[in-house]
């Protein structure tokens, strides 16, 4: 078959980061051959060990070097010997805006056989996909602080909603939900407190949604949003959210979907602008980094993400169904290591 050429950059980062993603490379470099694509990667070390070494986070060359990728895999970033913002900042969302990566798209899917924390849920009721925005609301430091230090210290960080950035993720956000068999579309946000930008999603989100008559909308506020992922995950078809209540919302869709081991994600330019960048949603994981303990399974399921994202589905599929197999027969199982987990999902993907 002719392979499309697809150049891959590959940020390992910190932690476990490097260790998960050699599994998502492992399943990649095994479904690749039968995919209609060709990856050729390159490897790009960011992190706290370059920060220590140089005092960089994302040099601008590197930016750019990035932005001739097609796409960015990304382990995790992020370490205790350095001080907390630099790399989240400085590397992750300076990489998500730079790159307009405006949908931060989150699936919170229960695999069968994987254990939740919540009683009697069936894996019908935990299926849905969170689309949070990526390039906008509390998170694109726009703020400051006078007086530090003194007690008449004032911090203000303002949250930042345009017409546009708002429309183009609700726009998104519908084309997902109309292409699923619920077809419901779920606004969450706090337009009883909030009540500028809440205003703002809910006009926008009234405007589109004449475009889309088969999709079906609701509203809920954030607050009740945490409730009801717990009590009623079976509310959720396709949620879209500003960029700060997405963050919090997934991370309880992470733990009720078989926790943090699991969740993948994808830093989303849906325009094909620049490359857009998946990752698991977890952290680097410094508590059981380097001993072979963590699960590369949210890293491989970003590999399902990306492998959507350029269009080869079938591959996607493939390796979606050996995550899934995987899954269903680890109940009973010892645990097993980085490695084993990639090599036995690796195997049903050539197998
Ligand atoms: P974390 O996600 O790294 O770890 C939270 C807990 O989950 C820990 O107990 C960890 O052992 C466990 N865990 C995480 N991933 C796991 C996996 N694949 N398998 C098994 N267990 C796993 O979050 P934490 O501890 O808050 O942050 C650690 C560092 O990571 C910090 O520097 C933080 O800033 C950074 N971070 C980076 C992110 C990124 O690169 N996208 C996202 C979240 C945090
Ligand atoms: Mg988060």
Known sequence: MAS????????????????????????????????????????????AARWHRTGETLPDSVLEELRGQDAILLGAVGDPSVPSGVLERGLLLRARFELDH???????????GVSTPLAGVTTEDVDMIVVREGTEG????????????????????????????????????FEQAANRPRR?????????????????YQRVLKKVAAEYPQVTTDYCHVDAATMFFVNQPGRFDVVVTDNLFGDIITDIGAAIAGGIGLAASGNVNPDGTA??????????????????????????????????HLGAAEAARRVERAVAEDLAERAGQGARSTAQIGDAIAKRVSG
């Open 275 to 308: 490359p857009s960048m998946f990752e698991p949603v977890h952290g680097s994981a410094p508590d059981i980094a380097g001993q072979g303990k963590a699960d590369p399974t949210a890293t491989i399921l970003s590999v399902v993400m990306l492998l959507d």
């Open 138 to 173: 509390p998170y694109t430091g726009v703020g400051g602080v006078l007086r530090k230090g003194t007690p008449h210290e004032v911090a203000t960080q303002e949250s930042v909603n345009t017409a546009f950035g708002v429309e183009r993720v609700v726009r998104y956000a």
């Open 4 to 47: 499309r050429s697809i150049h891959l950059a590959v940020i390992p980062g910190d932690g476990i980061g490097p260790e998960v993603v050699a599994e998502g490379l492992k399943v990649l470099d095994a479904v690749a051959p039968s995919s209609g694509l060709a990856f050729e990667r390159t490897s790009y070390d960011l992190g």
């Open 184 to 200: 419901k579309l779920t606004l969450v946000h706090k337009d009883n407190v909030l009540t500028f930008a809440g205003d703002l």
């Open 102 to 112: 405006y949908v931060n798209l989150r699936p919170v899917k229960l695999f069968p």
